[in-house]
């Protein structure tokens, strides 16, 4: 199994950088397809930033409109471990992130960690 852990969250003000880590278990993460979800209280759980496996080439990318051009998803396959570099943070970033991951052969994200509170104040 993979096995997620997140870390890197906190409190920040309004307009301050963050980065959150998230080391996974496996010598195959380099194929996973790795994702960033936030949920805040009373809304749903929604991805906001992923990067593709080595199934893909190119380093694929995406991001939630929200966050797009202050968000960043990257990976360091050779230490199992996708970041997501968080700048320009808003109090709407409040939320629990999430680090999930999944088989390029998958649609669904089937592993996830614990989450990592991130809040940020104006």
């Known amino acids: 199994q993979v096995q997620l852990l997140e870390s890197g969250g906190g409190l920040v003000q309004a307009g301050a950088s963050l980065r959150l880590s998230c080391a996974a278990s496996?010598?195959?993460?380099?194929?996973?397809?790795m994702g960033w979800f936030r949920q805040a209280p009373g809304k749903e759980r929604d991805l906001v930033a992923a990067i593709a496996g080595s199934a893909v080439s190119g380093g694929s990318t995406y991001y939630a409109d929200s966050v797009k051009g202050r968000f960043t998803i990257s990976r360091d396959n050779t230490k199992n471990t996708v970041y997501l570099q968080m700048n320009n943070l808003k109090p709407e970033d409040t939320a629990v992130y999430y680090c999930?991951?999944?088989?390029?052969?998958?649609?669904?994200?089937?592993?996830w960690g614990q989450g990592t509170q991130v809040t940020v104040s104006s």
């Open positions: 999930a991951a999944r088989s390029s052969l998958v649609l669904k994200y089937d592993y």
């Open positions: 496996g010598r195959t993460f380099s194929t996973y397809n």
